[in-house]
């Protein structure tokens, strides 16, 4: 009982990151993360 549990745990962990990877590496993802770097030196915290 116990290694079916960890299979079915380690095939959904597989199963999200690989939907992160797909998203961090779509362009609308991209243009967001470069959006948000951008406008960090215009917030004026330092």
């Known amino acids: ?3 079916s ?3 079915v745990g380690t095939v959904g ?3 999200v990151g ?3 990877v797909q ?3 779509s362009d609308w993802f991209n243009s967001m993360i470069k959006g948000v770097f951008e406008k ?3 917030l004026g915290l330092f």
């Open 1 to 3: 009982m116990t290694t």
């Open 5 to 7: 549990e960890y299979a």
């Open 13 to 15: 962990a597989c199963t």
């Open 18 to 20: 690989g939907v992160l």
């Open 23 to 25: 998203i961090a590496q």
């Open 40 to 42: 960090i030196p215009t």
